[in-house]
């Protein structure tokens, strides 16, 4: 069959009544998740990640990459109009997008901003269409050593886009892959960490490391800090660009797109990169260089085509090799094999309606976007207006109920809050998130790649060498860490701040890696020649533990800096709010059972929304009152999760 009868099925299977509304529903939470700040697309997808379950693989993944690309189109409203990116994605769009909505040129920058999306959309799916389905007959001749060396490159590359230390990326690396190795070894079917724990038998879930590692770090961090919103007052009017406007807008859209798509399908590049790469360009080729950042219509074109057409490059590995190359499509990765399906180059003929939905889904979700974003801009202003403290309480419930209701284990609440206070002191001490949830969701495939690699070789590590496309991949990850090296003393001394915190954080790992490493050693090790199922979970505690070492050496060689308390981690963080939200957190999870969802429900709204906002505690009452009843509907009534009945549900006898 040709490309385009694959996409004509791709479009019978969008177009099924079920599946068109999920699009829908995604593209539209997924703007309202980009115009909100504070949110992220990434903790908006783990949460209703939860919602999947009783859906199809192909349903669940239209509706989760309509909220990713989504939330790309609704970060540039809030950029524009507010000065505040509602993305990252969209930081760089609101030096000229606020800018001409302050000269009253917000209408022609938001629509500009909305066509450019379209056109780079719909451009990347096409390359997309044609560039994955080769790719993936190429990679279907992939061996273990080159699905080890690829993954051990993707690693790398994510780990050297990090903000801060690679150094630092590594250790998350190494410990996500520790987590990733709970449960059945993929091998020998022997039981490892679990500890006689039945919940730990089939390992640590997806979904509550998800929630945890991105929903419950961003609502701390949003709670500490106060969000200043000064919306653009007036009317927005003129959202149709002119031909003028075309005029200049036309060229930076159709590079903005070629060069998101193609960035994008580069490990740990995401949205962002490409977003700035395309600004520094059009600004480089403008006659009028210095008007940038005050209002110049390309500033907004080129990097709000580039982030958009970015999302369809990052399916591009995701897809075709089983890659994730960000940490939102490790989510879109993690979704797949919660329903079964093994992202990759067996994808395609496997798997077809999974595949060419998706591309066709993101057809018609472009299509939804144009047409909402516009005639919506007004409902988007008005929810601006919608204080943090307000969404935060609600956030936090979705994470925690959402992650109960996988399998109807507490457990898996308590993993939300236990690595959510994890991934708070992550993003603290600068350790890059995204490594660590890559490498937990690519763990398994790694160690059985790699154990089976030594197997076949008779332990010979130089096999990766010895196969020219294992070889090249290999090749490159070192290339990538040597160019770290000979740039880390000139970001050591630009990024002096990342002293502090550091031998406790290094510390800390030491010990963690030295436990880990002894716990290992109660299963077999074996040898090179045949790794039993000790050997890996060994070599990554001893990976841990000889990062951490370099690390508290590197500590204590570099001088302290003069600087004051306010750059410290330690004294820089809330510890007061933060410590009381983890608290009640923690309460609700224990007397879930016991007080029901309703009572329990109610009294966590109830502190959380008063916390947020002392003064309004008749509204804060009022808010939990309807956040329970609303949210007890949601999940028992519209999605049947079985829920705790508890005290006041058993007196009532309500099921």
Known sequence: MSALDQLLYGFSIIFIPSNLLLCFLGVLFGTL?????????????????????????????????????????????????????????????????????????????????????????????????????????????????????????????????????????????????????IGVDPMRGTERFSYGMVTLMGGVGIVPVIMGIFGVPEVFENMERAIQRELVTGEIKGLLPTRKDWKESLGPISRGSVLGFFLGILPGIGALIPTFISYAVEKKLSKHPEKFGTGMIAGVAGPEAANNAGVAGAMVPLLALGIPPTAIMALLMGALMIHGVQVGPFLIKEHPDVFWGVIASMYVGNVMLLILNLPLIGMWVKLLRVPYWVLAPLILLFCLVGAYSIDGYIYDAYIVVLIGIVGYLMRKFDFEPAPFILAFILGPIFEMSFRQSLIYSYGDLLLFFKRPISAAFMVLALLVIASNLIGIKKRLERAE??????????????????????????????????????????????????????????????????????????????????????????????????????????????????????????????????????????????????????ILEGILNIA
């Open 33 to 181: 998740v980009g115009v909100l700040p504070g949110f992220g697309a990434g903790a908006a997808m783990a949460i209703l990640m939860a919602t999947t379950f009783k859906m199809s693989a192909v349903s669940s993944v239209i509706m989760l990459a309509g909220i990713f690309y989504g939330a790309m189109y609704g970060g540039s409203t809030t950029s524009i109009l507010v000065n505040i990116p509602g993305e990252a994605a969209s930081a760089i769009t609101c030096l000229d997008g606020y800018q001409m909505a302050k000269q009253g040129r917000a209408g022609p920058a938001l629509g500009i901003a909305a066509f450019g999306s379209f056109i780079a959309g719909t451009f990347s799916i096409i390359v997309l269409m044609f560039l994955a389905p080769p790719l993936a007959e190429i990679a279907l001749k992939f061996g273990y050593p080159e699905i080890f060396s690829l993954i051990l490159l993707g690693l790398v590359m994510v780990s050297y886009m990090a903000r801060g230390s690679m150094l630092k990326a590594f250790m998350m690396a190494a410990l996500g892959m520790m987590i990733g190795t």
């Open 497 to 646: 701040v990342l002293l502090f915190g550091q031998r406790s954080s290094a510390l800390v790992l030491l010990v963690i890696a030295i436990l880990f490493l002894l716990q290992a050693t109660r299963y077999r090790i074996g040898s090179l020649m045949n790794p039993e199922p000790g050997f890996f979970p060994a070599v990554l505690g001893g990976i841990l533990g000889l990062l951490a070492v370099v690390l508290l050496i590197r500590r204590m060689m570099k001088k302290e800096p003069e600087r004051g308390r306010a750059n410290n981690p330690w004294t820089d963080m809330k510890w007061q709010k933060t410590v009381f939200v983890s608290i009640s957190l923690f309460l609700y999870v224990v007397f879930f059972d016991g007080l029901g969802f309703l009572l329990s429900t109610f009294l966590l709204m109830e502190f959380l929304f008063i916390l947020g906002n002392p003064k309004q505690w008749l509204l804060a009452t009022l808010g939990a009152f309807l956040s329970s009843g609303f949210s007890y509907l949601i999940f028992k009534a519209l999605l049947n999760i079985p829920l705790p009945s508890g």
